[in-house]
C-alpha cells in the first residue's frame, strides 16, 4: 500500500474498507512527554494507529468500544513520528462544544451559577443550584417565629399537664 496513491493521515495510508462514520465520535489527545508532538486522533485515527502497532489489521469494522480500548491500553507501544521515543501518553479530549462555556445553560436565580445538566435532567424545571436549594430547605427549617404581639423571637417551651407533655410557643418578653 505504500506505492499506491491512497490518502495518508498522521503518517498513515486510509484503508478503503474501514467506514468512520459507523463509529460514535470519540476524541483522545496523543502525545509526546519527551517532545512536542500531539495528535487529535478520532476513531479513524486511533484505528491507523492501531495497525501501525500490529493489530486489528484483519477486522473489516471493529467494534468502536475495542478500538478506544486497544487504544487507551495500548499507548506506550506506539512510537513518536518526531523524536522517536516508544511509548506516547493518551489525555481524553475536553467537550469544548457544552452550554456552559456558551452562555446557554440555565442559571440559578439565588447565585447565578449554572445549573447542572445532571440536575436538569432529574428535575427540568429546577430555578435553584443544589446548593442553593439546600440551603434554602434548611432556612425553611430554622425560620424563627415572631410574637405577633412583640416582635420578639418566640421559644419552644414544654408544659407537662395531666402525664402528657406537650410542646408551645412562648413569647419570652410578654410570655404569650
Known amino acids: 500500500m505504500q506505492g499506491s496513491n491512497a490518502p495518508v493521515v498522521a503518517g498513515f495510508p486510509i484503508e478503503a474498507k474501514f467506514n468512520p462514520f459507523n463509529l460514535p465520535h470519540f476524541m483522545q ?19 491507523r494507529w492501531l495497525q501501525n502497532a500490529g493489530m486489528l489489521r484483519r477486522a473489516k469494522d ?11 491500553q495500548t499507548a506506550d507501544r506506539f512510537r513518536c513520528p518526531a523524536c522517536g521515543r ?29 445549573i ?28 424563627p417565629e415572631y410574637c405577633p404581639r412583640c416582635g420578639s423571637i418566640m421559644t419552644l417551651r414544654t408544659t407537662g399537664a395531666g402525664g402528657v407533655q ?3 410557643l412562648v413569647c419570652p418578653q410578654c410570655r404569650r
Not at 489527545?29 to 484505528?47: I, K, T, V
Not at 471493529?62 to 487507551?72: G, K, M, T
Not at 445532571?118 to 440551603?135: G, S, V
Open 116 to 143: 447542572s445538566r445532571e440536575r436538569l435532567e432529574i428535575f427540568p424545571n429546577a430555578t435553584l443550584c443544589a446548593a442553593c436549594q439546600n440551603a434554602s430547605e434548611a432556612d425553611e427549617d430554622e425560620t
Open 86 to 114: 516508544m511509548g506516547l501518553i493518551v489525555e481524553e479530549v475536553k467537550d469544548d462544544w457544552n452550554d456552559e462555556a456558551w452562555g446557554m445553560a440555565r442559571t440559578c436565580v439565588r447565585c447565578r451559577k449554572p
Open 166 to 168: 406537650r410542646y408551645a
Open 62 to 72: 471493529p467494534d468502536a468500544s475495542l478500538i478506544e480500548e486497544l487504544f487507551l
Open 29 to 47: 489527545r496523543l502525545h509526546c512527554p519527551d517532545c512536542s508532538f500531539a495528535a487529535e486522533c478520532d476513531a479513524s485515527e486511533m484505528l
